[in-house]
């Protein structure tokens, strides 16, 4: 079974604290996400990865940034930590799609993430 | 454009009932279509997926058909119970490896 872990289910941090969410996955795949999960907005997509030191915007990457340097690992860094990311951040790993055929997801266990 | 469409929720249902959570989508090609759970406190977990037209996924007792002439991807259960409580989430893929989903929809289940 595919296992993508998030080193932290729950975190605290003060506002305009640099912080650093860590998510590794264990089956060699190329392309990582992390969202964010909010009541009534469902998931959004802030940053994803193609494949080592690639990134791509999401939907809502301001104020976040990004950093592949391994194939496993991708972290999620919020510069300066304000009351309104305080979310449930989920990330997720798939492999490059098979022809005719979208690869799934696997997502971990998520990190809820309180900024005071 | 490219998006997914859920029935909003929260549905609430006692055992035994059946279930139907409806899910459209919109997408110029032929997507592979998912269907992921959220038990409370997790991850989201993939559930069933279809890949082309009329594949009919099927998992833990919940399925969903790939109707390429009304871009559905409903889910149905046809006897639900109380741990089939959680959050549904319908999902689309698309050729770059991005998956587009729905707002997902809350079940609870009653004894």
């Known amino acids: 079974d595919v296992k993508v872990t998030q080193s932290s289910r729950y975190l605290v941090k003060r506002t305009g604290e640099k912080v650093f969410l860590e998510c590794v996955q264990d089956?060699?795949?190329?392309?990582m996400f992390w969202y964010r999960q909010d009541p009534g907005l469902g998931l959004r997509l802030i940053y994803f990865?193609?494949?080592?030191?690639?990134?791509e915007k999401g939907d809502i990457p301001e104020g976040y940034s990004v950093s592949r340097e391994k194939k496993e690992r991708f972290s999620l860094i919020l510069e300066s930590a304000s009351t309104n990311q305080t979310s449930m951040y989920l990330c997720?790993?798939?492999?490059?799609?098979?022809?005719?055929?979208?690869?799934?997801?696997?997502f971990g266990n998520g990190t809820r993430l309180t900024v005071t | 454009g490219n998006s997914v469409t859920q029935m909003e929720g929260p549905v609430t249902l006692s055992e035994e009932a059946f279930l139907t959570i409806n899910c459209t989508y919109t997408?110029?090609?032929?997507?592979?279509l998912f269907w992921y759970v959220q038990y409370p406190g997790e991850g989201l977990q993939l559930l069933l997926k279809?890949?082309?037209?009329?594949d009919k996924g099927s998992n833990k007792g919940f399925e969903a058909t790939y109707r390429k002439e009304t871009t559905s991807f409903h889910l149905e259960k046809g006897s639900v119970q109380v741990s089939d409580s959680a959050v549904y989430f319908c999902?689309?893929?698309?050729?770059?490896?991005?998956?587009?989903f729905g707002r997902g929809t809350q079940l609870t289940v009653w004894p």
């Open positions: 997720a790993s798939s492999p490059k799609p098979r022809p005719g055929e979208d690869s799934p997801l696997h």
């Open positions: 089956m060699d795949h190329e392309n």
């Open positions: 990865s193609y494949d080592v030191k690639m990134k």
């Open positions: 997408a110029t090609g032929y997507p592979s």
């Open positions: 279809a890949t082309k037209a009329d």
């Open positions: 999902f689309r893929g698309s050729t770059l490896g991005r998956l587009y």
